[in-house]
């Protein structure tokens, strides 16, 4: 069965730091563009950012860009998001996402993980 | 950045209408939009990608059409597990925008 995983959420304080993993399964991990996509309580999905398959391209959201990390372990079938300086508004599901074809990034997102909660406050 | 914006942002309707969706696109984005369907405390899910190629085991009730910058979702004969939020995002290049969502609900 195509799985994807998500952990690593819980509450941190503003300012902190957080490491979310994705893990995948029933499929080549290797061959895949992965994202994370994000929705805060009551709002709509925000795309945060993006990783290709062999890491030569990665993207990110203007909201995260300098604060976010995304990397991933091809011998691992695991994604990462690593976040640091979070705000309050970075509260959401944190949700792992794979595009719909290999070896590329120009395709919709077909596979997603369950979601991970990520909840920032003092 | 181009900006995905979705028409209505909610509606009610009775089982069995018609219900059409629309996303307009800022710029040019060809074919590239995929439409989801998020029920409410589920996972987003793919409905149609390309603008119009239905996704494996979405029901025929769903459509898509459009290209460039005006697209649409439409529902044939709405269903009761058709409640729901839907989305369209650009999948071109980065960033892949979604729209802001158009809930749902039977009327």
């Known amino acids: 069965e195509v799985q994807l995983v998500e952990a690593g959420g819980g509450l941190v304080k503003p300012g902190g730091s957080l490491r979310l993993s994705c893990a995948a399964s029933g499929f080549i991990f290797s061959s895949y563009t992965m994202n994370w996509v994000r929705q805060a309580p009551g709002k709509g999905l925000e795309w945060v950012s993006s990783?290709?398959?062999?890491?030569?391209?990665?993207d990110y959201a203007d909201s995260v860009k300098g604060r976010f990390t995304i990397s991933r372990d091809n011998a691992k079938n695991s994604a990462y998001l690593q976040m640091s300086s979070l705000r309050a508004e970075d509260t959401a599901v944190y949700y792992c996402?794979?595009?719909?074809?290999?070896?590329?990034?120009?395709?919709?997102?077909?596979?997603w993980g369950q979601g991970t909660v990520v909840i920032v406050s003092s | 950045d181009i900006q995905m914006t979705q028409s209505p942002s909610s509606l009610s309707a009775s089982v069995g209408d018609r219900v059409t969706i629309t996303c307009r696109a800022s710029q040019d984005i060809n074919n590239y939009l995929a439409w989801y369907q998020q029920k409410p405390g589920k996972v987003p899910n793919l409905l149609i990608y390309?603008?119009?190629t239905l996704q494996s085991g979405v029901p025929s009730r769903f459509s898509g059409s459009g290209s460039g910058t005006d697209f649409s979702l439409t529902i044939t004969s709405l269903q009761p597990e058709d409640v729901a939020t839907y989305y369209c995002q650009k999948y071109n290049s980065a960033p892949w925008t979604f729209g802001q969502g158009t809930k749902v609900e039977i009327k």
């Open positions: 996402a794979r595009v719909s074809g290999i070896f590329g990034s120009s395709w919709a997102f077909d596979i």
């Open positions: 390309g603008a119009s």
């Open positions: 990783i290709s398959s062999s890491s030569n391209y990665i």
